[in-house]
């Protein structure tokens, strides 16, 4: 069974601060992939990374950076210098070479304030 | 627009209803997906299809819910006999592809909210 876990419901940061994001994902799957998402107040989720499971470099990209660690099962994002529009609701997401669809975890909700 | 486009933005039904929901996906995609996300929920897998072919349907939660891609484009979700337990977003994603999930993007529409009072 695919799981995903965002233990963070709600977090809170001052402009500018950096923040850190956590996922937490479980399969026996040997091949699968890990995803972010960003859904604004708008509602559609916009698309920010995908990773394989072959592939553990971490990714930078502008002020979004993301270190992958298979000996942790984790998946973790973090923001540089946070800025008001980077509100929303953040998703980590699985998928597995056998399956068709996205599971995702539960969210962690970002205010960034002024 | 170039994205996935999903109709009514908003609906309301009264419990018993029938509703249908659209789906227009990015041209030329070939996987479409339909989600469901409860309030506060991540979302959750209904159904998929490719072209007109519907592949899985583990994830609809009765026979009341009922999916279709007739011409492999536009699809319908529909739900019948509508209970307040349905009132979530229904998001409906696309993929250019259609091999193994994970390995093409999704792109998503941006929902219908179902309100069942």
């Known amino acids: 069974a695919q799981k995903v876990t965002q233990a963070q419901t709600e977090i809170s940061v001052v402009e500018k601060e950096d923040v850190t994001l956590d996922c937490v994902y479980e399969?026996?799957?040997?091949?699968?992939?890990l995803f972010w998402y960003k859904q604004p107040p708008s509602g559609e989720l916009v698309f920010l990374i995908r990773r394989n499971s072959f592939d553990e470099q971490n990714e930078i990209s502008g002020r979004y950076s993301w270190n992958f660690q298979k000996s942790t099962s984790s998946f973790n994002f973090t923001i540089t210098a946070s800025q008001v529009v980077d509100s929303a609701v953040y998703f980590c997401?699985?998928?597995?070479?056998?399956?068709?669809?996205?599971?995702f975890g539960t969210g962690t909700r970002l205010t960034v304030i002024p | 627009g170039a994205g996935v486009s999903q109709s009514p933005r908003y609906k309301v039904a009264k419990r018993g209803q029938d509703v249908a929901l659209r789906c227009d996906p990015i041209s030329g995609h070939v996987s479409l997906f339909w989600y469901q996300q409860a309030l506060g929920q991540g979302p959750e897998f209904l159904t998929y299809?490719?072209?007109?072919?519907?592949?899985?349907k583990s994830g609809l939660p009765s026979d009341r819910f009922f999916a279709e891609r007739p011409e492999g484009s536009v699809s319908t979700l529909k739900i019948q006999r509508t209970q307040q337990e349905d009132s979530a977003v229904y998001l409906c994603?696309?993929?250019?592809?259609?091999?193994?999930?994970?390995?093409?993007?999704?792109?998503f529409g941006p929902g219908t909210r179902l309100t069942v009072l």
């Open positions: 299809f490719q072209n007109e072919a519907q592949l899985d």
């Open positions: 997401a699985l998928s597995t070479a056998g399956a068709n669809n996205l599971f």
């Open positions: 994603a696309s993929s250019l592809a259609g091999t193994s999930g994970g390995f093409y993007e999704q792109f």
């Open positions: 399969t026996r799957d040997t091949t699968y992939y």
